[in-house]
């Protein structure tokens, strides 16, 4: 079974500190996408960064970057320069591809609630 | 930009209660997704739609139905509401492939309470 799995639930992090999420996934498929979105309080649920499995370098977006570990099966997320606003539920999720297709339905993780503290 | 809308932010209904979920898209997505959010458990997928009138069970289908007569819009239906039922539900649409910068776009949510 494919299965995502982010074993910290909370998370705190000063202003203008870096802090990393965890990530672990199993799967046996070779070529599969990689999602983090972040959930704000009240508010939409929004893509963060996506990486896919066949390239080897890891995704960024600003602050926002991303160490895959094909290998290990590891997708941690990376925020430099933590600002108030990134304070939300953070979910990883991936794509439950089949047969070597994406089928374009995710399998999400528990999700990890950080607070970035003034 | 891609807006997914929900009808009610906020929902409060009685156990044995028929309930409609309504979601909107506006991107012309092929795909549509219904989850429900729990805490603990994260998101988990109700149904997906991947065209009009067509629908295929996620993980956690039972009690629910859905119905998909227009393209833009994806209805969640609880036929006899109960209070395990009780939960924020999210809609999300997607294009059929995941292309460039691709993913799923999501709604605002609805939290449901069953009384």
């Known amino acids: 079974a494919q299965t995502v799995t982010q074993s910290q639930p909370e998370m705190s992090v000063q202003e203008a500190e870096t802090v990393t999420l965890s990530c672990t996934y199993d799967t046996s498929e070779n070529n599969y996408y990689l999602f983090w979105y972040k959930q704000p309080p009240s508010r939409q649920m929004i893509l963060v960064i996506r990486q896919e499995a066949y390239k080897q370098q890891n995704a960024t977006e600003n602050r926002f970057s991303v160490n895959f570990q094909k290998a290990a099966k590891s997708f941690s997320l990376k925020i430099s320069d933590s600002q108030l606003g990134d304070t939300a539920m953070y979910f990883c999720a991936f794509d439950r591809t089949l047969y070597g297709g994406a089928t374009n339905k995710l399998i999400f993780g528990t999700g990890t609630l950080l607070a970035v503290q003034p | 930009d891609v807006k997914v809308t929900q009808s009610s932010r906020y929902l409060v209904k009685r156990t044995g209660e028929k309930v409609f979920l309504e979601c909107v898209q506006d991107m012309d997505h092929e795909n549509m997704f219904w989850y429900r959010q729990d805490p603990g458990l994260g998101l988990r997928l109700i149904y997906f739609?991947?065209?009009?009138?067509?629908?295929e069970k996620g993980d956690i289908p039972e009690g629910y139905s859905v119905s998909r007569e227009k393209k833009e819009r994806f209805s969640l239906i609880l036929e006899s509401a109960s209070t395990n039922q009780t939960s924020m539900y999210l809609c999300a649409s997607s294009p059929p492939e995941w292309k460039g910068t691709d993913t799923q776009y999501f709604g605002p949510g609805t939290r449901l309470t069953v009384l």
């Open positions: 739609s991947y065209d009009v009138k067509m629908k």
